[in-house]
């Protein structure tokens, strides 16, 4: 009986073994089993995990809120330095953004005075960097000044300074004063073929004789032929 009683406590101690393991590592098999089951990014808390990115905050401060490009790397658009004399409050040279016209010229030297003729100028033309414009008086226009507002004065361009008012001397039309009324008192010129000849005058410094009107579009040898005689340069 010794040996029975004896093989029955090693049972016992085998059985007890056993439970203590089983409890010992329970708790570990369950934190594996809540770690299994997390979502993929969520805390220890249940709530989702913030990712940080490295360089993140750099970028957001790169970045311009509005989408567009930063300050530092905005094209500007072109400036025009105009010499404004005549009656205006301000004679001098005046700095505007690229395709002002000459009424912005004028506001900008103080406006016209109140022995300016502005009738005699052209305020919707289109200013050309380094002109000089001239906002003209009743004398002025008198002695033969007064169209050089009208067309303007670029640099290199030639000078309208010596013709009557709105483009006209010696009853001939002078293609580098004349504003947009006065060349559509020229024979089949109308408004927007006067508008031509003053782009292409624009846009080239001024017509250096009077043969070049045939650049200009819309003008063909018939045309010309009306108009040879009524122009000068």
């Given amino acids: 009986m010794p040996f029975a009683a004896g093989a ?16 010992q590592l329970r708790p570990a098999a369950e934190a594996a089993e809540a770690l299994t ?9 249940g709530e989702p995990a ?5 360089g993140a905050p750099a970028a957001e401060q790169d970045a311009d809120p509005s989408g567009g490009p930063t300050a530092d790397g905005a094209a ?26 000459v009424a912005d010229a004028i506001e900008a030297a103080g406006g016209a005075s109140d022995a300016a003729v502005l009738s005699a100028v052209n305020l919707a033309r289109v200013l050309v960097d380094g002109e000089q414009l001239l906002v003209p008086n009743a004398e002025q226009i008198a002695a033969g000044a007064g169209a ?8 290199g361009a030639p000078s309208a300074v010596g013709s009557a008012a709105g483009g006209v001397a010696g009853g001939l039309v002078d293609l580098n004063a004349a504003d947009a009324a006065t060349l559509e008192t020229l024979p089949r010129v109308g408004p927007a ?3 031509r000849i003053i782009d292409w005058r624009e846009a080239n410094g001024g017509f250096a004789s009077v043969e070049q009107l045939m650049e200009v579009s819309g003008i ?7 108009l040879a005689g009524q122009v000068t340069v």
């Fill in 8 to 23: 029955a406590a090693l049972v016992i101690a085998v059985v007890i073994a056993v439970v203590l393991t089983v409890v």
């Fill in 37 to 45: 089951a997390m979502p993929v990014g969520a805390s220890e808390g």
């Fill in 50 to 54: 913030m990712l940080e990115t490295e």
């Fill in 76 to 101: 500007g658009g072109g400036e025009l330095l105009v010499h404004v004399v005549g009656e205006v409050s301000l004679p001098g040279v005046v700095e505007l953004p690229a395709g002002s016209r």
């Fill in 148 to 155: 050089a507002g009208g067309a303007g004065a670029a640099a």
């Fill in 193 to 195: 073929l006067a508008q």
């Fill in 220 to 226: 063909g040898a018939k045309t010309f032929e009306g």
